[in-house]
């Protein structure tokens, strides 16, 4: 029996290596990585994968686009803007709503299971709650340009009448090994890693908001091989699909993580407060949660990794890295 083919676009980025090594480790190889060969980080992504075929995103949107076929069984879109802050709309349009649309066409036309990333921006404050009710997504409101293009592919999917035939995964905030490459979109966790190995301090965002004290800001913080645990749940149950949070279901403020970063870094904590920029201001989450009972009931059962035990292994692979 011939081995399946996966293809995986964001193959270099942060969930989608884990992810092809995920892939790896239960034996695969037969693998198409899709992505663009822009940071050095991503190179080193890609140097510790095993894969049959790397293929740059245009090249890959443009055979699609001439009808290409690729035998494969399932194919994880996990490759986006993730900038909160990019202002471009028409980009965002192009490469977040109008490629994933051609993409999930194109895996139905094939028989292909489609597997996305949606993301929790498009919950924006949270005002209407955090739970992945498909017949509420009408009332969500994203905060930013990025939010909003990955709600608009979910809106589609909806009308469309597609979210029985295909998952999305609205990934909460994801952090660990393979994001060196993310800029200014780094989680908290590896910018603080540096930030306090060149200092020995850590400055966190301020609250603006009375009902917050600073630090106290929180987040469903979900470990990367957490977020790839989920998502091969979904390509292990063919029938299941629909749109579902990819979260921890439980919060952890700013204070809590750094914290536990000083902790695994052997460090007495040294934390100072620094305002909001005023151009995100507004467009600040102060509280995040997924509501993971749709995901329970759906069968996924994997207890999560503890904030302080992902955090520590994460800064034990930095350190690594710095040594080598």
Partial sequence: MPEPMFIVTGGAGLI??????????????????????????????????????????????????????????????????????????????????????????????????????SSAATYGEGENGYRDDEEALDTLKPLNLYGQSKHDFDLWAK??????????????????PGEDHKGEMRSVVNKAWHQIRDTGKLCLFRSHRPAFADGCQQRDFLYVRDAVAITLFFHDHLHTSGLYNAGTGTPHSWLELANAIFAAMQMPPDISFIDIPAAIRDKYQYYTLADIRKLRQAGFSTTFTPLAEAVAQYIAILAHKEES
């Avoid at 290409?68 to 194919?75: E, G, R, V, Y």
């Avoid at 993730?82 to 471009?88: C, I, K, L, Q, V």
């Fill in 16 to 117: 989608g290596s884990n992810l092809v090594a995920a892939l790896n480790a239960r034996g695969h190889r037969n693998i198409l990585i899709v992505d663009n060969r822009n940071h050095p980080a991503k190179e080193s992504n890609l140097a510790r994968l095993q894969y049959a075929q790397y293929m740059d995103k245009q090249v890959f949107r443009a055979a699609l686009g001439k009808g290409a076929a690729f035998p494969a069984t399932t194919l994880f879109h996990l490759g986006a803007c993730s900038a909160t802050t990019e202002s471009d709309k028409a980009y965002l349009d192009s490469n977040n709503l109008a490629y994933t649309q051609e993409l999930c066409r194109w895996a139905l036309q094939h028989q292909t299971r489609f597997i996305y990333a």
């Fill in 159 to 176: 009308q469309q009448g597609l979210l029985d035939k295909i998952v999305g995964l609205k990934y909460f905030n994801v952090y660990g």
